[in-house]
């Protein structure tokens, strides 16, 4: 077998030639630019948030021309970075400004975008002292339809083998994400749609990117504490919503059995908004209406909540 040694005209006409990444707009701290020519997208291989997965990210939605609960997203990613030493070379406000003009330059009044901050690059050690300083990236790309418009009748959901992150990382939105991954080929193979994971003491955390809240017999919001997973932005605006309307919120250990006690098992998430969860491990759950309802307040908060949202066109 003989492999072709290509230099970089042979390799820019292939790039012309196939099909780049599904991304629509990238800024990359390397060259401190926007581009939206696939071909330019990349990311340096010794950086060690492509070899290590040192590194953080958030995914942001921007809905009807504006980012919603940015500073939400942007207060977890300063946090996620501190937690793993990892100094952050811009400003709030110019992480805003990029992520703000990253988002416009593809017209596109609904996306989805990921802010990648890698440890940066320098050799392929694990010492993060090799690298120099950080790298940021801001890919932007279409945004699906939320769940529930693709999957009106709900989501199907099992228990997952999977052991949850340990420790401190469990709440920070690190780059290694091969758990959640697992989770999600787990489902697949189960042929659901997401997996539901439990703590070492068999009380549930979450889905692979979405956190699991519950309306019990008496009404309440309840959500199971962030001890062995990550707290999501979009939950807690559902929690605030709840609130708001006169509904009380709360956090309690919950195992798998006493979901089948609820009056309605949800999950929420960037992507997810409000999904109703109608049945685990091949048993029925308990619906109602207010899945439903909670779905459109937070698409009314999206879509109209000038504290939240951020405009981009």
């Not at 006409?13 to 780049?20: A, F, N, P, Y």
């Not at 020519?37 to 060690?48: F, T």
């Not at 949850?164 to 042929?191: F, Q």
């Not at 491990?281 to 951020?310: K, M």
């Amino acid at each position: 077998m003989s492999i072709p040694l290509w230099n970089a005209e042979r390799l820019a006409e292939h790039l012309q030639q196939s099909e780049g990444p599904c991304a629509l707009a990238m800024y990359s701290s390397e060259w401190e630019a926007i581009v939206t020519d696939p071909a330019c997208m990349r990311i340096r291989v010794d950086d060690h948030l492509v070899h290590r997965g040192d590194g953080v990210f958030e995914t942001l939605l921007c809905e009807g021309g504006a980012l919603y609960n940015l500073e939400a997203h942007l207060q977890r990613l300063f946090r996620s970075a501190e937690t793993l030493g990892l100094q952050v070379q811009h400003s709030a406000d110019t992480l805003r400004t990029i992520l703000v003009e990253t988002f416009r330059v593809t017209g596109l009044d609904r996306s989805l975008g990921r802010v990648l901050l890698g440890r940066g690059p320098g050799g392929f050690g694990v010492d993060p002292a090799q690298s120099a300083c950080t790298s940021l990236t801001v890919v932007v790309y279409e945004a699906p339809l939320p769940f529930m418009a693709a999957h009106p009748e709900g989501a199907r959901a099992i228990i997952s083998s999977i052991p949850p992150k340990s420790g401190g990382l469990a709440g920070v939105k690190t780059c290694n994400y091969i758990p959640n991954a697992l989770m999600k080929a787990e489902a697949n193979r189960a042929g659901v749609h997401f997996a539901f994971g439990l703590d070492a003491e068999g009380y549930l955390s979450e889905s692979f990117t979405e956190n699991i809240a519950l309306i019990d017999s008496e009404g309440r919001l309840v959500t199971p504490p962030a001890f062995h997973h990550l707290a999501g932005t979009t939950l807690e605006r559902v929690k605030a919503l709840a609130v708001d309307e006169g509904r009380e919120s709360i956090e309690r250990q919950v195992k798998p059995e006493d979901l089948f006690g609820m009056r309605e098992v949800w999950l929420c998430g960037t992507t997810a908004y409000v999904t109703k969860v109608v049945e685990l491990d091949s048993r029925p759950l308990p619906t109602g209406s207010l899945a439903a309802e909670f779905h459109q307040l937070l698409q009314h908060d999206i879509a109209f909540n000038s504290r939240v949202r951020t405009p981009v066109l």
